[in-house]
C-alpha cells in the first residue's frame, strides 16, 4: 500500500514527465488502492482527528474500523503503514480529489449532486453508450437518484466503496458514464480548491508561501533557518533546519517537508506555550515587496525586513 507521500511524489513525476490529465487521474486512482472509506470524506488525512471529525451514527463504521478511534493513536493501524499517512474518501470524495490532482473540479456534495451539474461533464450517458479509451465517472441509479460513483477506464474500474478498491472487469451495477469537463482539454483550469490539512511536500529550491510557513514554524521552534530568515525560499539553511528538526522528532532525516514531517511540525507548533509571544521577520531576499507581503499578512506579529 502506498502512502500520501509516494502518491504526492508520483504525481509530481507524472507532471514532470508530461502525462496528460486522464493518464495522472486514472494512475493517482489506482496508486491509492487500499486506502480507507470515511463518508463525508474527500481527500484529507486518515488521522483519529478527522474520524471523528466526520463520525455520525448513520456511519459507524467511520469508528468501528478504527483501531484508534478511542484511544487516540493510530499505532499500529494498517492505514498508518511505517508511521505514514494515507488519505481517506468516501466516493464522491475519491473521484473529487482524483480530478482535483489534475485542476478538474467537480462540484456536487454527492454523486447525484455532481451528476445533475451539467457543467461537470462534456458528455454523459448509459452505460451501454460508454465510450472506449476515456476515463470516465460511473454512476449508479437507483429511482431518481445516483447512488454511487467511481472511475471507468475501457472495461476497469476503481472506487471507493469497502476502501478504495481496483477491478478489472466492471460490475453490471454500473448504469451511467461522464466524462469530466475539460479531462481532454490543453486548455488551463482553475485552481482547484484546497483539500483541508493537505500541504505539498517542499524540498530545496522549492519556494512559496508553504515553504514561508515551514520557515514560520521552525523559527518558532527554534532552529536556525539562516541570515535569510522567513523568505519563502528553501535553502541550504532551511534544509539544515528540517534535517535537525527530523532528527530530534525520529522522522527520515532527508531535508523534505512531506506529510510526516508537515504533521510533526503542527503538533509541535501546537505544544508551545500560547503565552509566549513569538516575533520574526520577513526578509525580501528574492522576493518583490508583494510576496514579501503576502508571506507577513499570514502571520501576525512580523515585520517586512530589506535585506
Known amino acids: 500500500m502506498n502512502t500520501a507521500n509516494q502518491v504526492e511524489q508520483l504525481i509530481q ?11 495522472i487521474a486514472w494512475h493517482a486512482a489506482l496508486a491509492c488502492v487500499s486506502w480507507p472509506y470515511v463518508f463525508g470524506a474527500r481527500g484529507e488525512y486518515c488521522t483519529v482527528q478527522n474520524r471523528h471529525r466526520y463520525y455520525s451514527d448513520d456511519h459507524p463504521t467511520i469508528r468501528t474500523k478504527c483501531k484508534g478511534y478511542d484511544s487516540g493513536s493510530c499505532t499500529g493501524c494498517k492505514w498508518y503503514p511505517n508511521s505514514e499517512r494515507v488519505r481517506c474518501y468516501d466516493c464522491r470524495g475519491f473521484t473529487y480529489w482524483c480530478l482535483k490532482q489534475v485542476g478538474i473540479l467537480i462540484n456536487g456534495t454527492g454523486a447525484t449532486s455532481q451528476w445533475n451539474t451539467e457543467a461537470n461533464w462534456s458528455s454523459k450517458g448509459e452505460i451501454a453508450a460508454m465510450p472506449r479509451d476515456t476515463l470516465v465517472c460511473l454512476f449508479v441509479k437507483k429511482n431518481s437518484k445516483m447512488e454511487h460513483t467511481g472511475f471507468g477506464f475501457n472495461n476497469e474500474t476503481c472506487e471507493c466503496s469497502n476502501g478504495v478498491q481496483h477491478f478489472t472487469s466492471r460490475n453490471k451495477k454500473w448504469t451511467h458514464w461522464a466524462v469530466p469537463a475539460g479531462l481532454y482539454s490543453t486548455d488551463p483550469q482553475p485552481e482547484p480548491e484546497p483539500v483541508p490539512g493537505w ?3 517542499i ?14 514554524m521552525l523559527a518558532k521552534l527554534d532552529y536556525d533557518i539562516g541570515p535569510c530568515g522567513i523568505d ?30 508537515w504533521d510533526a511540525l503542527d503538533k509541535a507548533v501546537a505544544q508551545l506555550d500560547p503565552e509566549v509571544p513569538v516575533t520574526y521577520s520577513v526578509i525580501i531576499h528574492g522576493l518583490d515587496i508583494t510576496q514579501a507581503q503576502a508571506i507577513s499578512d499570514n502571520y501576525p506579529g512580523s515585520e517586512i525586513v530589506k535585506e
Open 203 to 216: 524540498r530545496r529550491g522549492s519556494k512559496g508561501p508553504e515553504v514561508g510557513e515551514c520557515q514560520t
Open 232 to 261: 519563502g525560499d528553501f535553502g541550504r539553511a532551511t534544509e539544515k533546519a528540517v534535517r535537525e528538526f527530523q532528527g530530534d522528532h525520529q522522522l527520515v532525516v532527508d531535508g523534505v517537508v512531506g506529510p510526516m514531517t
Open 199 to 201: 500541504r505539498p511536500t
Open 13 to 23: 513525476e507524472w507532471k514532470a514527465a508530461g502525462k496528460d490529465r486522464a493518464y
